[in-house]
C-alpha cells in the first residue's frame, strides 16, 4: 500500500508530496516538529506533545497554523490513510515559503504544515529493548535552545550516524563538564551506583521530553524519587542501570556505554519494569 502524506491542506501520495524549494525549512532549518507514539491507531502522550508544539512554535514567533481541532483531526487521518496500527506519527510546522531573506518573512505569510505516518514494527523494538543496546557518547556541539524542538537537527544526525558506524543505537552527549546533557534523539537516565534513579534537569540546554514527563508522574506515582541532577560519563559507567527515553523508543535499557558494560551488561531490573509501567500507560491513556 503506498503511503500518503498531508502537505498544506492536501492529502497525497508520499511519492508526489512535494514543498517549496524557498521554504524556510528547507532553507533555513526554520521550523519545528513532533512525534507521536501510535498504539492500535491511538496517539500516545497526546497532551504533552501537542502543548510543547505550541510552546516551540511560539519561542520562534512562527504562527500557529490551524486549531488543536483541526491539528489533531490531520495527524489521525494522516495515521488512517496509511493504515498505521503501531508506529509513528510525523508533523512539521515550518516558518512557509518566502524568498530567501534572514529576516522573518511578511506578516501573513501562512506556515508550511506536513504529517506523515509509518508503521514500526513494535514485536522488533520489544525484542531489541529485551536483549538491550549499545551507547556511545559524544560531544555536545549544538545551539543553546535544545529546549526548542526544532527541526535544525544537523549535531543530532552527525551524533546518531557516530553511534550507527560504531554499531551502536544511540549517543549521548556530553557538555565541556564532562556531564550527560541527552540523547541524540532521547533523554538519557542512570540507576546510579547508590541506587538513585538520575536524569538532567530540564533547566539545562535540553529538550523537555514527554516520555520523560510521563516516566517521571509514574515514578512519583510508586513513592519513588527522580535527582534531577546532572551525572558525568564515568557516573554512567559506574551505574548499575542505564536507559533511555523518547517517543518510539519508549524506555530503552542500554547495557554498554563506549564499550564498557554497565552493570551485568543485561537490562536492569528497574528500566525493564519502567518499560513495561509506561507502555502500559501509554497504551491506555492514547486517544
Ligand atoms: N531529546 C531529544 C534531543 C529529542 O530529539 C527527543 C525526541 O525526539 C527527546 C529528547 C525525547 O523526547 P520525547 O520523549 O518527547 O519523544
Not at 524557498?22 to 532549518?29: C, L
Not at 519545528?32 to 512554535?57: C, I, N, P, Q
Amino acid at each position: 500500500m503506498s503511503r500518503v502524506a498531508y502537505v498544506n491542506g492536501t492529502y497525497q501520495p508520499l511519492s508526489e508530496a512535494v514543498i517549496h524549494v524557498e521554504d524556510r525549512g528547507f532553507q533555513f532549518a526554520d521550523g519545528v516538529y513532533e512525534v507521536w507514539s501510535v498504539f492500535d491507531g491511538k496517539l500516545a502522550d497526546f497532551e504533552g506533545h501537542m502543548t510543547r508544539l505550541v510552546r516551540s512554535l511560539t519561542e520562534l514567533r512562527i504562527a500557529i497554523p490551524m486549531t488543536r481541532g483541526s491539528l489533531t483531526q490531520v495527524l489521525r487521518e494522516t495515521v488512517r490513510r496509511n493504515r498505521v496500527r503501531d508506529g509513528i506519527v510525523y508533523l512539521q510546522v515550518t516558518r512557509g515559503t518566502a524568498r530567501r531573506d534572514h529576516p522573518f518573512p511578511a506578516e501573513g505569510t501562512p506556515p508550511s504544515v506536513i504529517v506523515t505516518s509509518k508503521s514500526v514494527s513494535f514485536a522488533k523494538a520489544q525484542a531489541q529493548a529485551a536483549k538491550g543496546v549499545a551507547v556511545i557518547t559524544q560531544p555536545d556541539i549544538r545551539w543553546g535552545r535544545c529546549d526548542i524542538k526544532t527541526v535544525g537537527l544537523l549535531p543530532n544526525v552527525l551524533a546518531k550516524q557516530a553511534a550507527r558506524d560504531r554499531g551502536a543505537y544511540e549517543a549521548w552527549m556530553v557538555d565541556e563538564m564532562g556531564l550527560v546533557t541527552e540523547g541524540s534523539s532521547t533523554n538519557a537516565w542512570i540507576v546510579d551506583k547508590n541506587g538513585k534513579l538520575r536524569t538532567r534537569d530540564t533547566q539545562a540546554n535540553i529538550l523537555k521530553g514527554c516520555t520523560r514527563t510521563t516516566l517521571m508522574a509514574l515514578i512519583a506515582e510508586h513513592g519513588l524519587e527522580v535527582d534531577e541532577r546532572p551525572f558525568s560519563v564515568d557516573d554512567a559507567k559506574e551505574a548499575k542501570e542505564a536507559f533511555f527515553t523518547a517517543a518510539g523508543a519508549f524506555v530503552m535499557p542500554a547495557i554498554s556505554i563506549d564499550g564498557v558494560k554497565i552493570g551485568d551488561g543485561k537490562p536492569g531490573p528497574i528500566a525493564t519494569r519502567l518499560r513495561t509501567e509506561y507502555l502500559e500507560k501509554a497504551k491506555r491513556d492514547a486517544v
